[in-house]
T-cell receptor, first 116, second 111 residues
């Protein structure tokens, strides 16, 4: 299957700082990428849909000014958590969708964010 | 997207077949059935998907009932590494369409 990478795999930051998470599709071009968040013992929750070259679409309750998404190329999307607080500590996972007749999504390995 | 119902947990003996059921009684005609799994602290892994015919790949088989209101994912010879949360999702096939994850089934494969 297609490979999606995320960097970093885990990060610890201090409250009030910003953290950038990268999501890359390694062997295919992804017009659309998705960002999910998963709290302990819960299921994945979609945060936003990212389309190359346009603004991201955020789910209800997700602050677009706090979670900045940039999808500058067909293989890279970034999520920046601005002014992070301890309640932002979570597992952040991106996915990328194949197009052209194949629509299954492939997920990155996730980024564990801990805000102290 | 239509909702799905899965048992919260199941056990399976190593080497035996694991049969994971999913109910999707409100599925629409253009919605596919997708299965993903998530091993602890990893991103979800795509397993298989289908519309109405049974499907098989190197990982699993997907059996969809004729009325499409339920399906079963079959892992023919479960191993300890198959221990994971398995998610059944119904979705229109569109690259721009997100996946809506429910609670899934936590499969525990035991030696």
């Amino acid at each position: 299957g297609a490979v999606v990478s995320q960097h970093p795999s885990r990060v610890i930051c201090k409250s009030g700082t910003s953290v950038k998470i990268e999501c890359r599709s390694l062997d295919f071009q992804a017009t659309t990428m998705f960002w999910y968040r998963q709290f302990p013992k819960q299921s994945l929750m979609l945060m936003a849909t990212s389309n190359e070259g346009s603004k991201a679409t955020y789910e209800q309750g997700v602050e677009k000014d706090k979670f900045l998404i940039n999808h500058a190329s067909l293989t890279l999307s970034t999520l920046t958590v601005t002014s992070a607080h301890p309640e932002d500590s979570s597992f952040y996972i991106c996915s990328a969708a194949l197009g052209s007749g194949a629509y299954e999504q492939y997920f990155g390995p996730g980024t564990r964010l801990t805000v102290t | 997207d239509a909702k799905t119902t899965q048992p919260p947990s199941m056990d399976c003996a190593e080497g035996r077949a694991a049969n994971l059921p999913c109910n999707h009684s409100t599925i629409s005609g253009n919605e596919y059935v997708y299965w993903y799994r998530q091993i602890h602290s990893q991103g979800p892994q795509y397993i298989i998907h289908g519309l109405k015919n049974n499907e098989t790949n190197e990982m699993a088989s997907l059996i969809i009932t004729e009325d499409r209101k339920s399906s079963t994912l079959i892992l023919p010879h479960a191993t300890l590494r198959d221990t994971a949360v398995y998610y059944c999702i119904v979705r229109v096939n569109n690259a721009g369409n997100m996946l809506t994850f429910g609670g899934g089934t936590r499969l525990m494969v035991k030696p």
